[in-house]
């Protein structure tokens, strides 16, 4: 066992040497045995066996891969401090607790402990930059939480400010909120963007329209979630499309059930598909959009959505990103009788998309990639305890399938350290549990145990629960005389 290493200096040049170097450029290249040369807040230098300059620290990155920091463009950050509570949950149950019931229950507090926390896991898991789709501002007091718990994190996010518990036409018409949204575009911090976040309903009457053009006012993008199975549909993206509210900066997310038309729109205006597979596999959006992403040559990064639900790295959303489309280009195969020998998405692909696919999706030219003059967002992905860290043939492959948030030892953002062998530096994660210990008990009395409980376990539907009958089984379930008759043979009577 070597000896602990020591963080190093934020102050000083590092340089990670001899790892396996994703760059993610134009061209995806990559690069064996090779040096990435951080100073400052920038990239300097990336290649092999590089001069470092006097001073340099040295991070040795032999036998792991040096990637640049992820990207996640869609997460309901403050849903965090409710971690795994809907496991089970569908769609429907899912808005009934947060849209309907429980969410308006939510104190600027609970969004701040929620977000701290979803914030340093990001950074845990190699996430660098984290949109943060926070929908449950009921108030500016509400907003001003999310954005200082945002601040205290040294990480980049984007605070995407939405709030379902009145219209967006309401809350973009407020001063108040304006000039909040536009003293944050103002500040021109790069670890802190804005976007508006909203969804369009297919009202004929269009009232999202006014709420358009608050953002395009305040120069502010849009992301929305749209083609959200029994939800958001094609008339959404027409109704924008005909208004001209579709720019190049316009995130969608799920973008799962429309028709060709909309992703033609889509496609001919610029704007980017946020897939959040996981979420797409089990909530009931409709399948994640990555076919037509590739059809209609549709920009695309991913995303997580909910810790509610879902794991928070991007590891788990590569991963789900695969098997989805894999699954669906397979079966598709298979209803016509045929047979895929070749698979259209690969590993790179994805890991593409978790990272230089956000930068384009956020407008970033700055992060998304390790080149020389971007910023120093840097993750090394090495785990020498684990028997999963070799033989390391494939790097994408690698990455897509086999990395995890364990393995992920030293983060920079904007060349600081925030985790170095494997443990977040400068993070207080005792005051955040407590933090998030004290919204758990305030919502768990609020609701009451019985509804609290019944919320966390949805009933099952009873027609489901029925074992079918089968012939082949010993035992008739059918039957008590028989069962009983079955066991007594078992029994050897
Ligand atoms: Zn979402």
New binding site residues.
């Given amino acids: 066992m070597t000896q602990p290493e020591r963080v190093p200096s934020s102050d000083r040049p590092m340089v990670f040497r001899g790892g396996t170097v994703l760059t993610m450029d134009a061209a995806s290249t990559v690069l064996t045995d090779a040096d990435v040369l951080v100073v400052g807040d920038r990239i300097a230098e990336v290649g092999p066996r590089l001069q470092a300059p006097e001073g340099a620290q040295e991070i040795d990155a032999r036998g792991g891969i040096v990637m640049p920091g992820m990207i996640d463009t869609?997460r309901?950050m403050w849903q965090t401090a409710m971690r795994g509570y809907g496991a089970d949950w569908t769609l429907t149950q899912y808005f009934v607790w947060y849209y309907l019931e429980h969410g308006r229950k939510f104190r600027p507090e609970d969004i701040a402990a929620g977000n701290r926390l979803a914030a340093i896991e990001s950074l845990d898991a190699g996430v660098t930059t984290t949109v943060d789709?926070s929908h449950g501002l009921s108030s500016l007091d509400h907003g001003e939480a999310a954005a200082d718990a945002l601040r205290s994190v040294p990480g980049r996010f984007v605070l995407a400010y939405g709030n379902i518990q009145a219209g967006p036409w309401e809350w973009t018409a407020d001063p108040a909120i304006r000039s909040f949204l536009s003293g944050l575009k103002d500040a021109g911090d790069d670890r802190m963007g804005v976007q508006i976040a909203f969804d369009v309903t297919g009202d004929p009457a269009f009232p999202e329209k006014a709420a358009f053009e608050a953002a395009r006012e305040l120069g502010i993008p849009v992301t929305t979630?749209a083609g959200v199975w029994g939800a958001t549909n094609d008339d959404g993206i027409r109704l924008m499309h005909e208004h001209g509210f579709m720019t190049p900066e316009t995130i969608y997310?799920h973008a799962s059930t429309l028709t060709r038309d909309s992703y033609q729109r889509i496609a001919a205006t610029g704007g980017s598909i946020s897939v959040a597979t996981e979420s797409e596999c089990s909530a009931g959006q409709g399948h994640a959009p990555t076919e037509q992403v590739l059809q209609y040559g549709i920009p695309v990064s991913l995303s997580i959505?909910?810790s509610v639900w879902w794991s928070g790295d991007m590891f788990s959303a590569m991963r789900a990103t695969l098997n989805a489309d894999r699954m669906a280009q397979h079966m598709d195969a298979h209803i016509n009788g045929d047979t895929i020998t070749h698979l259209r998405l690969r590993a790179q692909h994805v890991v593409e998309w978790a990272t230089r696919g956000g930068a384009h999706a956020l407008g970033r030219d700055d992060i998304g990639a390790l080149e020389a003059g971007k910023k120093a967002d840097v993750v090394l992905i090495k785990n020498d305890d684990s028997p999963v860290s070799f033989p390391l043939l494939n790097p994408f492959g690698q990455v897509a399938f086999q990395a995890q948030r364990g393995d992920v030892h030293t983060v920079l953002v904007d060349g600081r350290v925030v985790k170095f062998a494997h443990k977040l530096v400068g993070t207080d994660l005792p005051a955040v549990r407590r933090e998030v210990e004290a919204t758990v008990e305030y919502l768990r009395s609020e609701l009451g145990e019985d509804a609290w409980q019944h919320g966390m376990f949805p009933e099952m539907p009873a027609a489901e629960a029925e074992i079918l009958a089968n012939p082949y089984q010993y035992t008739d379930y059918e039957d008590e005389s028989k069962r009983a008759g079955g066991a007594e043979r078992v029994l050897g009577r």
């Fill in positions: 869609h309901h789709w979630h997310v959505d909910t």
